[in-house]
């Protein structure tokens, strides 16, 4: 499960980039298309990873092994 929690969290913010980048670029290139296209494609993906992985983060802190 943590394999799991870890790619989806690279997932997460790799797409969170290329949003960032998308933007960024549409903004110095003054392509407004770039800019809109960037967030509606990517942000559903982004959204869903960031929700695993926020569950999984929160069920990792109840499913701790106890140190002895």
Known sequence: MKTV??????LFIGIG???????????????????IRS?????????IFSSIAAILGFVF???KEKVS
């Open 39 to 47: 967030v509606e494609v990517l942000e559903v993906p982004a959204y």
């Open 17 to 35: 980039l290329l949003m960032v980048g998308g933007q960024a670029i549409g903004l110095l290139t003054q392509n407004s298309e770039l800019v």
């Open 61 to 63: 802190i109840y499913t």
């Open 5 to 10: 929690f870890g790619v989806v969290l690279v």
